[in-house]
Nanobody, 115 residues
Framework: QVQLVESGGGLVQPGGSLRLSCVAS????????LGWYRQAAGKQREPVAV???????NYADPVKGRFTISRDNAKNTVYLQMNSLKPEDTAIYYC?????????WGQGTQVTVSS
């Protein structure tokens, strides 16, 4: 069982930035995919940024040019840098990773963009 723990969420004003972190309980070098998803109130969970095994990344259209996924293999940590935040980015953000064919989720961290 792989544990994923997110942190870094909070309240930020429009135009501001946040960096989310996700620490995995085992080496992320073993992961086939790593990614961030979000779920806004009353909506379905949707992918935000997903990195696949060859390190290529797919970004959702609404966040392209504003969000960046990165990793620190030595710390087993995946990051999501979010810039130029908008109120519509408000959601619970989840880290996800696929290890050995099984998909694991973190508990989520709330991001609220409001003035």
């Amino acid at each position: 069982q792989v544990q994923l723990v997110e942190s870094g969420g909070g309240l930020v004003q429009p135009g501001g930035s946040l960096r989310l972190s996700c620490v995995a309980s085992e080496s992320i070098l073993s992961a086939n995919t790593l990614g961030w998803y979000r779920q806004a109130a009353g909506k379905q969970r949707e992918p935000v940024a997903v990195e696949i095994v060859d390190y290529s990344t797919n970004y959702a259209d609404p966040v392209k040019g504003r969000f960046t996924i990165s990793r620190d293999n030595a710390k087993n940590t995946v990051y999501l840098q979010m810039n130029s935040l908008k109120p519509e980015d408000t959601a619970i953000y989840y880290c996800a990773a696929k290890f050995r064919g099984s998909l694991y989720w973190g508990q989520g961290t709330q991001v609220t963009v409001s003035s």
